[in-house]
């Protein structure tokens, strides 16, 4: 039998371990994928006029809060863009960590942020109404699709956010704005057309919203929460200067990819040149020359008068 020495066996040991946190942590990172959805059956009539009454599909929304296991806000009021397919509406898939998961809110809004319809809370006056209340259970497995599509009613006028199990309906819709933005390199030694870059760019809403996106060098759409302040635009390039902008909601929203806001970036070494300097150096370097010409003349001159001699 071959013998192993305590070095040897404690070397075994620290690799053995090694590959059992690796094959734990494999198992931590695995994802799968959550998509939500909404079917506009054959028999339900109520369903289709409603939403024929009240939105364009291409404007349906739905709003999420999804929680994990441990109690955790996976998904807080997460606004959704719903997808018409065939008479079917489906969201993007959202990538998440393996594991339980419960749908805790759930409700379709318009453009406008108008809940058109909801899931009924389990304790809720209308719950019996649909065979799975909110909350609905799920869980992603590793490498799958998991596809949720509840059962709603539509929510009319004369139907109060208690009669779901809610508080409110749609207090915390948050309606989007989108625009379009370019940068561009303003450098008086190019020829046009100027020339598109990529940025980064930071948009600051007061009191307490900021978020950065990267600009492509082409028109890029952007997508921020609506507000009445002002809009503050800070665009960055490493070496160049950074423009900051202030925009109204109306002047984002008058942005369109034929007419994007084009905001021009000037590289730093050319901005620090100060005017006149290519002039000036031209003006010493005459000068210059100047003084060895004459130099030279009174030289040959002083040559010339001695060969004379």
């Known amino acids: 039998m ?7 066996l404690l070397l075994m040991l620290v690799i053995a371990a090694s590959l059992t946190s690796c094959d734990k942590l494999e198992e931590e990172k695995s994802e799968g994928s959550l998509a939500f959805g909404m079917s506009l059956e054959a028999d339900s009539q109520a369903l289709k006029s409603t939403l024929d009454d009240s939105a364009r599909a291409e404007n349906l929304a739905v709003l999420v809060t999804l929680g994990n296991e441990s109690g955790e806000l996976v998904l807080n ?70 596809r949720l599509n509840p059962e709603l009613l539509p929510v009319s006028n004369d139907i109060h956010p208690e009669d779901f199990g809610y508080i409110s309906f749609g207090i915390q819709v948050v ?18 057309p100027s020339t598109l870059t990529d940025a980064m760019l930071e948009v600051r ?12 060098p082409r028109i890029n759409r952007i997508v921020v929460p609506r507000a009445d302040g002002k809009y503050v635009l800070i665009v960055s390039k490493p070496e160049f200067r950074p423009q900051v902008l202030e925009r109204s909601y109306s002047e984002l929203e008058e942005s369109s990819p034929e007419r994007p806001i084009l905001v021009p970036l000037k590289n730093l070494e050319i901005s620090r040149k100060k005017p006149g300097s290519k002039r000036h150096s031209f003006h010493c370097i005459t000068e210059r020359l100047t003084s060895m010409r004459g130099l030279q003349k009174r030289i040959w001159t002083r040559t010339w008068q001695y060969s004379r001699r």
């Not at 071959?2 to 040897?8: A, E, G, Y």
């Not at 019996?128 to 497995?141: A, D, F, G, R, S």
């Not at 809403?205 to 492509?216: G, K, Q, T, V």
């Open 2 to 8: 071959k013998k192993f020495s305590v070095p040897s």
């Open 175 to 192: 309606q989007p704005l989108e625009f379009f933005i370019a940068a561009y390199i303003d450098d008086p030694r190019l020829m046009a």
């Open 205 to 216: 809403i007061e009191p307490d919203w900021a978020h950065s996106f990267n600009l492509e």
């Open 77 to 146: 009021d997460e606004r959704l863009v719903l997808y018409h397919f065939g008479g079917r509406y489906v969201t993007k898939e959202i990538k998440l960590p393996t594991g339980k998961y419960k749908l805790i809110k759930y409700m379709v809004v318009d453009d406008k942020g108008i809940v058109r319809f909801a899931i009924p809370m389990y304790d809720s006056p209308m719950a019996y109404l649909v065979k799975h209340p909110l909350p609905i259970h799920t869980e992603i497995e590793k490498d799958k699709v998991t």
